[in-house]
């Protein structure tokens, strides 16, 4: 990072990131009205068609009653999971990288929460009734049942969320002031009202270092458990395959890995269409391939544990579970997921790949599919083959659930095109942080939206 | 009305410089205004006490003892027995506990910040919108002309590129 940016003045840092907010080409309203239009289509309207005809619209059904709803929700739960969680790693370890990335990479976890969430309404097929799940005094004087891992789902997710919106948000003010300071207008007033009379003084500063530094500490730990509550959602039923102790460490290494994947994915977009190159180096790139090496070793050891115990275990329903894993009707997506996820990261191991932008797209994408595989087959594959033989079947996602997920990846994109223009993708003060003090000066004067822009 | 001082320096090195000989002679209301966080202010301007851990800390004892009293407590309310197991089960429990306690714990350091760091705050205060570019600004209190000019000197001593005089609404 500091190689490629050491001929950009801090005055630099403020027009570029200032100008990518204000300044709005064509390309980009064209990207937002396809992203925007698909969410409608393919998300949107087949849930209100699925709500209109009741849940016998998705493929769920005896034995296949959990599908790809609840496999997209932990897939976004777990896309969820790099972006805090490395942000605040990183800034506990007080790693310079992170400082260009890492606000994009919270707005991930931001939105992939807001789509898992989501998701467990569309899987629910009454959505009306979802504050159930919510401990509230009521006429029949029934209360939540904190005992169910779908309780401790609940109280998770709110945490999780609460935290990660304030988290970007807290590391977001003395930006918001910076562009408060450079913008005219609605934006001015929106600035103004968002960086809530940031100064930059010695006691905002200090009072944020350390706040932030107590948020991170807190989020830790948070970000661990909703992942591996997430896993006991599978793990505390008596389903064969599922009901492993193994399942909430393979589910945070796989959320992590899962996150990173989509970290570089983002960060090949933002570099590329938002003209970040002097802020989104090949050292991050090379650095995150290298972290997506290391969680892919991880993840190869964990299944091939869980591959092992249960072969250990010696007991017909694992043994029968196991083999229709391998070798039965889902066997072409584990073995894809193999090579996606476990084989094709090997990759990393050359430092040329790691910093070759495209290649580690391509790579990047193709571990978030195998991700997704990964997730539809821990649902699709247990349910199939339970105890008894007359209850086995095979479930296959109908119309609307394959719209649904792919309408869930327009929703976020969708989002994200608008946190582009709302927040700083990169954050100003901590760019500046890892340059040199400046020696060129320049005038602080607003920067006005391009003529003929409707913003 | 009151009438502040500001000096706008280039480097950070000699904004620190002024603020430690303006406290030398005296002046006790400085304030550093910077792009970025500055290090060694604190052994300029002495060690800063911040209330925020404190607020953390509550925040996480009570939102361990409201996650605790929110899941026993309903269990109690409605009754589900299971199995003959305990109605308050321990391990069950403690997770909405800790999940509670994270979240009180992020609420209430956001309030800490808040508070301590004195924001929201909408007033028209002393600020120069240099400084969320690439200056770094001392600003100091004067009570009268004698103790602005004072101060003048001693920001221009310091290598201060502009010293302004500004008001703040009192």
């Given at each position: 990072?500091?190689?490629?940016?050491?001929?950009?003045?801090y005055?630099d840092?403020?027009?570029?990131?200032v100008?990518?907010?204000?300044e709005?080409?064509p390309?980009?309203?064209v990207?937002?009205?396809i992203?925007?239009?698909v969410?409608?289509?393919?998300?949107?309207f087949?849930?209100?068609?699925?709500?209109?005809?009741?849940i016998g619209?998705?493929?769920l059904?005896h034995?296949?009653?959990w599908g790809t709803?609840?496999?997209?929700?932990?897939f976004?739960?777990g896309?969820?999971?790099?972006?805090?969680?490395?942000?605040?790693?990183?800034h506990l370890?007080?790693?310079?990288?992170?400082?260009?990335?890492y606000?994009?990479?919270?707005?991930?976890?931001l939105?992939?929460l807001?789509v898992?969430?989501?998701f467990?309404?569309v899987?629910?097929?009454?959505?009306?009734?979802?504050?159930?799940a919510?401990?509230?005094a009521?006429?029949?004087?029934m209360?939540?049942?904190?005992r169910?891992?779908?309780?401790?789902?609940?109280?998770a997710i709110?945490?999780?969320?609460?935290?990660?919106?304030?988290?970007?948000?807290?590391?977001?003010?003395?930006?918001?002031?910076a562009?408060?300071d450079?913008t005219?207008g609605w934006?001015?007033?929106?600035y103004?009202l968002?960086?809530?009379?940031w100064?930059?003084?010695?006691?905002e500063?200090h009072?944020?270092h350390?706040?932030?530094?107590?948020?991170?500490?807190?989020?830790i730990?948070?970000?661990?458990?909703?992942h591996?509550?997430?896993?006991?959602?599978?793990?505390?039923?008596?389903?064969?395959a599922l009901?492993?102790?193994?399942?909430?460490?393979y589910?945070?290494?796989?959320?992590?890995?899962?996150?990173?994947?989509?970290i570089?994915?983002?960060?090949?977009?933002?570099?590329r269409?938002m003209?970040?190159e002097q802020?989104?180096?090949k050292v991050?790139?090379d650095?995150?391939g290298?972290?997506?090496l290391?969680?892919?070793?991880i993840?190869?050891?964990?299944?091939?544990?869980?591959?092992?115990?249960?072969w250990y275990?010696d007991?017909?329903?694992?043994?029968?579970?196991?083999s229709?894993?391998?070798?039965?009707y889902?066997?072409?997506?584990?073995?894809e997921?193999?090579?996606?996820?476990?084989?094709?990261?090997?990759?990393?191991?050359?430092?040329?790949?790691?910093?070759?932008?495209v290649?580690?797209?391509?790579l990047s994408?193709a571990?978030n599919?195998g991700m997704?595989?990964?997730?539809f087959?821990?649902v699709?594959?247990?349910?199939?083959?339970?105890?008894l033989?007359?209850?086995?079947?095979?479930?296959?996602?109908?119309l609307?659930?394959m719209s649904i997920?792919?309408?869930?990846?327009?929703l976020?994109?969708?989002?994200?095109?608008?946190?582009?223009?709302?927040?700083?993708?990169?954050?100003?003060?901590?760019?500046?942080e890892?340059?040199?003090?400046?020696?060129?000066?320049?005038n602080?004067e607003?920067?006005?939206?391009p003529?003929?822009?409707?913003a | 009305?009151k009438?502040?001082?500001l000096?706008?320096f280039g480097e950070?090195s000699?904004a620190l410089?002024a603020?430690?000989?303006l406290?030398?002679?005296?002046?006790?209301s400085?304030?550093?205004m910077?792009?970025?966080?500055?290090a060694?202010?604190?052994?300029?301007l002495?060690?800063?006490k911040?209330?925020i851990?404190?607020?953390t800390l509550?925040?996480?004892?009570?939102?361990?003892l409201?996650g605790?009293?929110?899941?026993?407590?309903?269990?109690v309310?409605y009754?589900?027995p299971?199995?003959?197991?305990?109605?308050?089960?321990?391990?069950p429990f403690?997770?909405?506990t800790?999940e509670?306690?994270?979240?009180?714990?992020i609420?209430?350091?956001?309030?800490g910040?808040?508070?301590?760091?004195?924001?929201?705050?909408?007033r028209?205060?002393?600020?120069v919108?240099e400084?969320?570019?690439?200056k770094?600004?001392v600003?100091?209190?004067?009570?009268?002309?004698?103790h602005?000019?004072?101060?003048?000197?001693?920001?221009?001593?310091a290598?201060?590129?502009?010293?302004?005089?500004?008001?703040?609404?009192?």
């Amino acid at each position: 990072m500091q190689a490629e940016t050491n001929d950009l003045q801090y005055a630099d840092v403020n027009n570029d990131i200032v100008r990518s907010i204000v300044e709005t080409g064509p390309r980009y309203y064209v990207a937002l009205g396809i992203a925007g239009g698909v969410a409608l289509l393919c998300f949107f309207f087949p849930w209100f068609y699925q709500l209109y005809f009741g849940i016998g619209a998705a493929g769920l059904n005896h034995p296949g009653v959990w599908g790809t709803y609840l496999a997209s929700f932990i897939f976004w739960i777990g896309l969820s999971h790099s972006g805090t969680l490395l942000s605040c790693v990183l800034h506990l370890t007080n790693s310079s990288w992170r400082k260009a990335m890492y606000r994009s990479a919270e707005a991930m976890t931001l939105f992939s929460l807001m789509v898992a969430a989501t998701f467990v309404m569309v899987h629910v097929g009454r959505p009306w009734f979802i504050h159930w799940a919510l401990p509230y005094a009521n006429q029949m004087e029934m209360w939540p049942n904190f005992r169910s891992p779908l309780l401790f789902d609940v109280m998770a997710i709110a945490t999780y969320l609460t935290g990660s919106s304030i988290f970007i948000y807290m590391g977001s003010i003395p930006d918001f002031a910076a562009v408060r300071d450079r913008t005219t207008g609605w934006r001015n007033t929106m600035y103004t009202l968002l960086s809530l009379g940031w100064r930059g003084t010695d006691r905002e500063w200090h009072r944020l270092h350390w706040a932030y530094t107590f948020l991170a500490v807190l989020i830790i730990p948070l970000a661990v458990s909703v992942h591996s509550i997430v896993s006991w959602d599978f793990a505390m039923s008596l389903v064969p395959a599922l009901h492993q102790t193994i399942f909430a460490p393979y589910f945070v290494v796989g959320a992590i890995y899962s996150g990173t994947a989509g970290i570089v994915t983002v960060m090949f977009v933002l570099r590329r269409y938002m003209n970040f190159e002097q802020y989104i180096t090949k050292v991050h790139f090379d650095n995150l391939g290298k972290l997506l090496l290391l969680l892919s070793l991880i993840w190869t050891y964990i299944n091939m544990v869980e591959l092992f115990t249960a072969w250990y275990s010696d007991t017909s329903t694992e043994h029968e579970a196991l083999s229709y894993k391998l070798f039965g009707y889902y066997a072409w997506l584990y073995w894809e997921m193999i090579a996606f996820c476990a084989v094709a990261p090997l990759l990393c191991i050359s430092g040329r790949f790691r910093t070759s932008m495209v290649p580690m797209l391509i790579l990047s994408i193709a571990i978030n599919i195998g991700m997704y595989t990964e997730r539809f087959l821990i649902v699709g594959t247990s349910l199939s083959r339970q105890y008894l033989p007359d209850s086995w079947g095979v479930y296959v996602p109908s119309l609307v659930e394959m719209s649904i997920i792919l309408g869930s990846f327009a929703l976020f994109t969708t989002l994200f095109l608008i946190f582009v223009k709302i927040f700083p993708s990169v954050s100003i003060y901590e760019v500046k942080e890892t340059m040199d003090t400046p020696t060129v000066t320049s005038n602080a004067e607003p920067i006005a939206p391009p003529e003929g822009s409707p913003a | 009305m009151k009438n502040f001082a500001l000096g706008l320096f280039g480097e950070p090195s000699s904004a620190l410089a002024a603020a430690g000989k303006l406290k030398g002679a005296g002046f006790d209301s400085l304030e550093l205004m910077s792009p970025i966080p500055i290090a060694g202010v604190e052994e300029v301007l002495g060690e800063k006490k911040s209330v925020i851990k404190r607020f953390t800390l509550f925040g996480g004892l009570f939102g361990a003892l409201f996650g605790f009293t929110l899941a026993a407590g309903t269990a109690v309310l409605y009754l589900h027995p299971v199995g003959g197991r305990p109605i308050i089960t321990i391990p069950p429990f403690l997770i909405i506990t800790y999940e509670a306690l994270i979240f009180f714990g992020i609420l209430f350091t956001v309030a800490g910040f808040f508070i301590s760091s004195r924001l929201p705050a909408f007033r028209d205060r002393v600020y120069v919108p240099e400084t969320g570019v690439d200056k770094f600004a001392v600003s100091v209190a004067c009570d009268n002309e004698e103790h602005f000019k004072r101060a003048e000197a001693i920001l221009h001593e310091a290598g201060a590129e502009q010293v302004r005089e500004v008001g703040e609404e009192d």
